[in-house]
């Protein structure tokens, strides 16, 4: 995963002093490297009962649906409030910063489904923790959660006790 490393742009004290941001778009620009990093993603879960996969706004939409397409399952967008039009289910969560909320079409996941959500980032946790909520609430499994980037020092990883956790790159600092 080095080589899909070097094309991530570390970007200083964005959105603010004292933070570094990891920008994905410069291995979004790479056509290697997407196709590498979207391959990579893919294998990770490969063999896993999968019947939907669910990508978290935005970035989620990008990595989320090549990897059902190539899974052969369903793709589920799970949305920022008021951007989806039918019956819909929603969870409110905290971030570092603030508050946000999540929503969902409510018949989107069936009973027993097996769900893997695909997000480029893991952070804290927060906006994973919220979107595994939502699936258990309408009575779907969630078979793994797939990340591009993780950032370990902030211990994200720490809310999925028991769930199936990967990601490709991982920043220690």
């Known amino acids: 995963?080095?080589?899909?490393?070097?094309?991530?742009?570390?970007?200083?004290?964005?959105?603010?002093?004292?933070?570094?941001?990891?920008?994905?778009?410069?291995?979004?620009?790479?056509p290697e490297g997407l196709e590498g990093t979207i391959d990579a993603l893919t294998e990770a879960c490969r063999g896993m009962q999968i019947d939907t996969v669910i990508g978290v706004e935005s970035r989620?939409?990008?990595?989320?649906?090549?990897?059902?397409y190539q899974l052969g399952a369903g793709f589920?967008?799970?949305r920022k409030p008021k951007k989806l039009p039918a019956e819909k289910v929603s969870i409110s969560y905290d971030l570092?910063?603030?508050?946000?909320?999540?929503?969902?079409?409510?018949?989107?996941?069936?009973?027993?489904?097996?769900?893997?959500?695909?997000?480029?980032?893991l952070a804290t946790g927060g906006t994973a923790r919220a979107v595994v909520d939502l699936v258990e609430g309408v009575g779907g499994k969630v078979a793994g959660l797939l990340f591009v980037v993780e950032l370990d020092f902030l211990k994200g990883r720490n809310k999925f006790k028991g769930y199936n956790v990967q990601s490709l790159i991982h920043y220690n600092s």
């Open 1 to 30: 995963m080095d080589n899909l490393r070097k094309l991530i742009r570390e970007v200083p004290d964005f959105p603010k002093p004292g933070i570094n941001f990891y920008d994905i778009t410069t291995l979004l620009l790479d």
């Open 60 to 68: 989620g939409f990008i990595f989320g649906t090549p990897v059902a």
């Open 76 to 78: 589920i967008p799970v």
């Open 96 to 121: 570092e910063y603030g508050q946000d909320t999540l929503e969902m079409h409510k018949d989107a996941v069936g009973k027993g489904h097996n769900v893997l959500i695909v997000d480029d980032l």
